[in-house]
């Protein structure tokens, strides 16, 4: 089926189209790049210029370039640009512009992809439903979402992220969402903002992108729910609050079954319940925030509550697995895709509530905290999921500083690198343990993922079919 005609590409982006062409699909990366696709020859880590005879030979349909490559043969399928980025950001722009699909973005320091992934499990049972795919929120990977959304699609789902002061804003007015949702706010990306209460202003901004007579679906648990209700008052949206006490959207059960969450909602007089197959309050909140926003869509909020046990946490975000050894088997969760102090405390909580003989966390430094980098890791020795954990076994420099906070009995060892931990797993994991790995991306602790998973053969847990 056609995504794009090269004339609908070259109106949207002003480019110079050389053959008139088809494509069935949009790709940034030779390596996943799928024949018919339109190759975008971003410059982003690498130049996408460098693979351009590698995506023709691959199938690509045309090729999205701003300079025409050395080798490339005069029959190329090439619609020729002033700037690939500007003409990916135009495209999208085209995109939406054509469809009718409800939209809705999501921001927020902690959960945004799961409850992306949440609202993508729940909608696509109601309609033709498109979503960014892992974690494509930034300035590529949003218009690079919207690019690619089907004109025949109902519902969309768009995940916004930000590093630094001024990102939000222009891909929310970008994507234009009839309904934002603000998962969450807290230290994430602390060096870079100075203080909680301006990421907050940031993760606010996303409203700026909302569509006339639009939505904002809010946290109203956070400590910094004024500086998202002021934005929400001075542009004058619809505003649902969802969280655990009397608002719109209440949470008025969540309690663990086995190796599973129940939850009971209030939304505005309507009673609903839902089960998880992921251990942890915070998912049943997302779930509550996800459902919220679905009612706002004009779903069917019976059916989304129901398929709600549908979603699983994805690789490296709170999945769970078992390791199968010969003489019994350890399980697995894997929250190694990044970490701030409020997704490591929930991840150190849903660790605390897992069953097993022992309860083992391999954890490493939060990144991009500021001044009080140190002070923060130190904390965490404060929670009271630290009194149910056998040992801690800590990766980086920063957790110098809880190693140092930590009772004797709940010490494993304090080292630097993911390398070293992967030397000592055997000193670590018994039969019967379940550990937790959890840091940020950069502090390499997929690694130790993967070195787990290789001490037996691995499988999925019942419990399982998504910070």
Known sequence: MSLWTSEDISSATGGRVTQSRA?????????????????????????????????????????????LPDGLRADAPVILVEDVQKALEALAKASRTRSKAKILAITGSVGKTSTKDMLRTVLEKQGHTHASV??????????????????????????????????IAPLARLVKPDVVLITTVSEAHLEAFGSIEA???????????????????????????????????????????????????QLTLCETRNDTTYAEINLAGKFLSYELKSLGSHFALNALGAIAASQVLGVDTDRAAQDMSLWTPVQGRGSRSLVDLSSGSIELID????????????????????????????????????????????????????????????????????????????????????AEIIERQADIL???????????????LGAVVKAILQLGQCQGMPVERDI
């Open 199 to 249: 990421i907050a202003a940031e993760k606010a901004t996303i409203m700026d992108g909302l569509n006339t007579n639009g939505t904002a679906v809010l946290n109203a648990d956070i400590l910094t729910k004024v500086v998202l209700r002021e934005m929400a008052d001075q542009i004058a949206c619809e505003q649902v609050w969802f969280g655990r006490g009397k608002v719109d959207a």
């Open 134 to 167: 892992a974690s494509y929120n930034n300035h590529w990977g949003v218009p690079l979402t919207l690019a690619r959304m089907p004109v025949e699609t109902e519902y969309g789902i768009f995940e916004i992220g930000m590093n630094h002061p001024g990102e």
């Open 23 to 67: 494509v069935s699909g949009i790709s940034i990366d030779t390596r996943t790049l799928e024949k018919g696709d339109l190759f975008v020859a971003l410059n982003a880590v690498r130049d996408g210029h460098d693979f351009v005879l590698d995506a023709l030979e691959k199938g690509a349909g045309a090729v999205m370039v701003s300079r």
């Open 335 to 418: 929250d190694a895709y990044n970490a701030n102090p409020a997704s490591m405390a929930a991840a150190l909580q849903v660790l605390a509530m897992s069953k097993g003989e022992r309860r083992i966390a391999i954890i490493g430094d939060m990144k991009e905290l500021g001044t009080s980098a140190e002070e923060i890791h130190a904390d965490l020795a404060g929670l009271d999921a630290l009194n149910e954990i056998d040992r801690l076994y800590l990766v980086g420099p920063l957790m110098g500083a809880l190693y140092a906070k930590l009772p004797p009995n709940r010490r494993g060892f304090h080292v630097n690198t993911a």
């Open 430 to 444: 018994k039969p019967g343990d379940c550990v937790l790995v959890k840091a940020s991306l950069g502090i390499g």
